[in-house]
C-alpha cells in the first residue's frame, strides 16, 4: 500500500512570496557594486533559489553544492557528507548560501566551515526557513525568511522521501 501522510498548510504562497521579496531586498540593499557567487544547497534550496534570484537585479553567478541528506528518516544522522562539492573557485569570492531549512544546524555549520577554508572574502547565510526550538549546534542566519514551529515541513522544495517538492506551499506533515 502507498503510504499517504496528511499535510496540513502551514504558510501559503502569499507568505512566502512576501518573505522572498523582503530578502531579496535586503540583499540587493548589501550586495550593491559587487558579483556575488550564490550557493544553493541541492535539493530543496532550488525553487526558492529560482523565485530568489529572479529579484535581484545584481552580476551574481550560481554554484550548487549536494551534502548527505535524512534519505527516508526525519532525522539528522550527525554525520554530513558532500556529494557534489562547488565547481567555481571560491578564494576571494563573496560567497551567498542559500538554504532552504536550518534545523538542526549540523549541515549548515558543516557547509560553512568547508566553504571557509577556501577563503572566500566574506561568507553569508540565507535560510529561507528556521526551526530555531531545534537548533544543536549554533549558526548565525543573516537573512532569514521565516520561523517555523517544530514540525516536520515539505512543499516549495522541501521533501519527504523525494515526495512533495512540487507543492507551492508549504505544509506540516502530520503522522
Ligand atoms: P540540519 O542539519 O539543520 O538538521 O538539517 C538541514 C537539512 O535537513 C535541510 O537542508 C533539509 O534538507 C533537512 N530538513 C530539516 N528539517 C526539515 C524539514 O522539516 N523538512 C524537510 N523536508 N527537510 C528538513
Excluded: H, W
Excluded at 554554484?63 to 571560491?90: C, H, M, W
Excluded at 551567498?96 to 531549512?101: A, C, G, R, S
Excluded at 549548515?108 to 537548533?135: G, I, V, W
Amino acid at each position: 500500500m502507498v503510504f499517504q501522510p496528511q499535510l496540513k498548510i502551514l504558510i501559503g504562497r502569499d507568505e512566502i512570496a512576501k518573505a522572498v521579496d523582503r530578502l531579496a531586498s535586503e540583499i540587493k540593499r548589501d550586495y550593491q557594486g559587487k558579483q556575488p557567487l550564490l550557493i544553493g544547497v541541492l535539493k530543496g534550496s532550488f525553487v526558492f533559489m529560482a523565485d530568489l534570484i529572479r529579484q535581484l537585479d545584481l552580476p551574481l553567478e550560481l554554484d550548487f553544492v549536494r551534502l548527505s541528506s535524512y534519505g527516508a528518516t526525519r532525522e539528522n544522522s550527525g554525520r554530513v557528507r558532500v556529494v557534489q562539492g562547488v565547481k567555481t573557485p571560491i578564494k576571494g569570492r563573496d560567497v551567498l548560501v542559500i538554504e532552504d531549512i536550518v534545523d538542526t544546524g549540523i549541515t549548515t555549520s558543516f557547509l560553512l566551515d568547508y566553504l571557509r577554508k577556501r577563503k572566500p572574502a566574506s561568507l553569508k547565510l540565507c535560510a529561507l526557513t528556521d526551526k530555531p526550538s531545534r537548533r544543536r549546534v549554533p549558526v548565525s542566519i543573516d537573512y532569514l525568511g521565516l520561523s517555523l514551529p517544530n514540525k516536520f515541513v515539505v512543499g516549495y522544495g522541501l521533501d519527504f522521501d523525494q515526495r512533495f517538492r512540487n507543492l507551492p506551499d508549504i505544509y506540516a506533515l502530520e503522522d
